[in-house]
């Protein structure tokens, strides 16, 4: 999608039109629990690339068969997500699961979008020059962190020296998501997809995510840099 460059003099409506985005996404705290993509969409993921039988197996391994028989609308224990993601790796090694992972990541970023962000929001940020939405949408995304990151914490840095303007750093301490497996190289693909798929989609088509830390492989925290 083409942007409009801000004209002369449109500052103070630039200013108020990011207040009105700010506006439109509140959010809220609870710990040790975490939205239900982070189970659903990895059941898509597998329904997609492995079929019903292998799906229903890998869930029947670890008791959360009830999640493909009903699947939540509510907030689920964050414990089941990180035995879910742990089970996906350990049963189909590195390589399958990173893909499932990314497919389910892809998957809640189009839910998403579809569903949490209100329209008018997404209007006004792809309205909005790639930097000033990018900075409204990771702050709406730690408001609702509570979401994803369960009893782990979020945080975020805007910009660094090196690391230039067109950049952001996220990270998540005691990440849920990985905090059963232990790898060599970054695990969180379903983090980064999602981040990946909303960015490009809200603030810019060129936008990449890319895992740089990993608690599974021995960092103090999972860190997301994204670029645009």
Do not use: K
């Amino acid at each position: 999608m083409q942007r409009r460059a801000p004209e002369r003099g449109a500052a103070a409506r630039t200013a108020s039109r990011s207040r009105s985005v700010a506006a439109q996404l509140p959010g809220a705290n609870t710990g040790g629990q975490i939205g239900p993509n982070a189970i659903t969409r990895v059941a898509e993921a597998m329904r997609s690339h492995l079929g019903e039988q292998a799906t229903a197996e890998l869930f029947g391994s670890i008791q959360l068969q009830s999640y493909l028989a009903q699947p939540p609308q509510a907030m689920v224990p964050q414990d089941d997500v990180s035995r879910l993601h742990a089970r996906l790796r350990a049963a189909l090694g590195p390589e399958e699961a990173r893909r499932i992972g990314r497919e389910a990541g892809r998957r809640t970023g189009d839910y998403l979008l579809a569903h949490r962000i209100p329209r008018p929001a997404q209007f006004a940020l792809r309205w909005l020059p790639p930097a000033i939405a990018a900075r409204i949408l990771v702050r709406a995304i730690a408001r609702h962190a509570w979401t994803f990151a369960g009893s782990g914490t979020f945080s975020f840095s805007i910009g660094s020296a090196g690391r230039g303007a067109g950049s952001l750093r996220l990270s998540i301490a005691s990440c849920p998501l990985c905090s059963r497996i232990r790898a060599d190289a970054p695990a969180c693909d379903h983090y980064a997809a999602t981040f990946e798929r909303i960015f490009v989609d809200l603030v810019s088509a060129r936008s990449t995510v890319l895992e740089t830390d990993c608690q599974a492989s021995g960092a103090t925290r999972c860190v997301f840099e994204v670029r645009w």
